[in-house]
């Protein structure tokens, strides 16, 4: 699960933009890990894990067919997890899951108003997250790993943005 974690951090890490729906689908898994336990005390991990993947297929779904919407919600797995993942880092083992919402509803917003950027950032954010979550290199080694990772995360898409963008037209004027 672990390697799973990793390889699927990387690849959201360096390109959740190009790759939209699975940024939206790996986030929304790893949120559903993260967050199932909390909302589902008690269960067996086999439920948490089928939670967690019913999150995902339905946000690189809606991916597929309604991109605003699903914009929305992967701002708001990014953000949630992101939220979870970082309270952890600061010591907080148990994070409320009304922290993970609060979250969640500014990642979507931000990423509504600054699509792009929005996408490139959380993405890092997350990728960089779920990486470093499952390094076990102590909390400042992970905290050094989760900024590094998200430099890494961001410099790389951002090439990429700055690949695919259409010169503007000239409208003929030279």
Do not use: C
Request: no cysteine; hydrophobic share 60%; glycine share 14%.
């Amino acid at each position: 699960m672990k390697l799973f974690i990793i390889i699927s951090g990387l690849i959201v890490l360096l390109f959740g933009r190009k790759l939209f729906w699975f940024f939206i689908a790996i986030t929304g898994f790893l949120m559903g890990i993260s967050v199932g336990g909390s909302v589902f005390p008690g269960q067996p991990q086999w439920v948490t894990f089928l939670i967690a993947i019913a999150i995902g297929v339905l946000g690189a779904l809606l991916a597929l067919f309604a991109q605003r919407i699903a914009f929305a919600l992967a701002g708001f797995y990014a953000g949630s997890y992101l939220t979870f993942t970082l309270s952890q880092f600061w010591g907080i083992h148990e994070p409320s899951v009304a922290l993970s919402i609060t979250g969640g509803i500014i990642g979507m917003v931000l990423l509504l108003l600054l699509m792009n950027w929005a996408i490139i950032i959380l993405s890092s954010l997350a990728g960089a997250g779920a990486i470093a979550g499952t390094l076990n290199i102590g909390q400042e080694g992970s905290i050094i790993a989760f900024g590094a990772l998200v430099a890494i995360g961001i410099v790389t898409q951002s090439s990429f943005l700055k690949m695919y963008e259409k010169p503007k037209s000239d409208n003929g004027i030279k």
